[in-house]
């Protein structure tokens, strides 16, 4: 028998093993969905310290003289939740190559959206109070345009998406791009309903 | 592991969840306050118990046989960490490879914490998991065997099916420290690589000093 011992010799960095790490994409979306549980877990930390423990009030909520306008919001949910639909209709299409329906789905996915986020300002301005006027308007603004800000971004990411679409970009073999952008928006989505119950109805 | 939301399509199923679960809480307390607290208890106990008993269903392991290895050669792939160069090792192996022309192939695994692990800090648990094995081939080069090594994943199962697609055994020898001193043992890693390779496994327990 012949000796040859041999530790496969390597110079440089060690040889890449990706099945000794954990997958990018899956570390960047648990990342992410920490940091954002850890951010939205901030706002409702203050939204319920302030409801729970802080009796100036009298014990009512929202505070005498304030009005949440659940009725508007409650059809700008329907609104966003639609939007779900038209996204997910969108990603159906073009895993089936249809090409058409890809772009009919994300433009009406952005005009939800842009309806969505027009009708929430238009809602602060008709709202009468400030984000000044007691702790109550300062987390009520402070959640719901947390929840604005994340629309807004999803927003442009639709908007990309959308003139990549139009620009032929995506096919059944290639469309990561709507994959992500569609996991986005309906984060997006889920986090409102949480705001909308907690907020407007509760 | 696996990521519960890999898809636009799970995304959206969690969206229409979402939409269920808080539409049952709502109109529970438009009931009665105490009924909404009811509804959310209950459904997010039934959530978590169905997310256990999920994974506790996962999909049993693909039994696997690799190609047998050339005819007039005896493969063997020895799994080992810390033991790696232990005398009840070596003394198995050179009872395995007496009178045949046999190949061995070590992998170390590269062990490495937790949070390294996540973190995808593994190059000095790939450093000391070489030096093991250079040492270890050292020893074996001492008695007269042949082996080759290279440094394997940090999950010794995962390891094995690493070598399996380049080395085709013909059997697989795991060495661990002894009972009650083995993370090895305690995970079940030599029933785990039973049941999931299609190979004569050896169990070689190794008491270092």
Redesign the interface.
């Given at each position: 028998?012949?000796?040859?011992?041999?530790?496969?010799e390597h110079h440089g960095?060690?040889p890449i093993?990706y099945?000794?790490?954990?997958s990018p994409?899956?570390?960047g979306?648990?990342l992410f969905i920490a940091s954002e549980i850890m951010l939205f877990g901030s706002f409702f930390t203050v939204y319920f310290f302030d409801r729970v423990v802080n009796h100036s009030f009298g014990g009512h909520w929202p505070p005498p003289g304030f009005h949440r306008p659940a009725y508007v919001a409650g059809v700008n949910t329907l609104i966003l939740?639609t939007s779900?639909f038209t996204?997910?209709w969108a990603?159906?299409s073009i895993k089936k190559g249809n090409r058409a329906g890809l772009q009919a789905g994300l433009v009406l996915t952005l005009l939800l959206g842009l309806t969505f986020l027009l009708t929430q300002v238009i809602e602060y301005h008709r709202l009468g109070f400030n984000t000044g006027d007691t702790s109550f308007a300062s987390t009520f603004f402070g959640l719901t345009g947390l929840h604005g800000a994340h629309v807004f971004v999803g927003l442009s990411i639709l908007a990309v998406m959308t003139v990549r679409a139009f620009r032929g970009h995506f096919s059944p073999e290639q469309h990561h791009g709507?994959?992500i952008g569609?996991?986005y928006w309906?984060?997006v989505?889920?986090m409102w309903?949480?705001v909308y119950?907690t907020v407007y109805?509760? | 592991m696996r990521n519960p939301v890999r898809s636009e399509a799970d995304a959206f199923r969690f969206v229409l969840l979402t939409v269920g679960y808080f539409a049952l809480i709502v109109i529970g307390s438009v009931i009665d306050v105490w009924v909404g607290l009811a509804v959310f208890v209950a459904l997010t106990v039934g959530a978590v118990w169905w997310v256990l008993a999920r994974r506790g269903r996962s999909a049993p392991p693909v039994r696997q046989a690799p190609a047998p290895s050339p005819p007039d050669e005896h493969r063997i792939l020895v799994v080992a960490n810390e033991t790696v160069g232990g005398a009840e090792l070596l003394e198995t192996l050179r009872g395995r490879v007496a009178g045949r022309n046999a190949r061995v192939l070590v992998v170390c695994p590269a062990l490495n914490s937790p949070l390294r692990h996540w973190a995808s800090d593994e190059d000095d648990a790939r450093d000391a998991a070489q030096a093991r094995l250079d040492a270890s081939l050292a020893a074996m080069r001492s008695v007269g065997l042949t082996a080759e090594g290279e440094v394997g994943d940090g999950d010794p199962i995962q390891a094995i099916e690493d070598a399996l697609r380049t080395f085709r055994p013909d059997e697989l020898v795991v060495s661990t420290h002894p009972p009650g001193r083995s993370h090895w043992l305690e995970r079940g890693v030599v029933e785990k690589a039973r049941e999931r390779f299609a190979l004569p496994v050896t169990h070689v327990t190794v008491e270092l000093p």
């Open positions: 028998m012949s000796a040859v011992a041999d530790s496969h960095p060690p093993h099945s000794s790490r954990v994409s899956v570390l979306m648990f939740v779900s996204m997910h990603d159906s709507v994959e569609g996991i309906h984060f989505d889920v309903i949480v119950v109805l509760l | -």
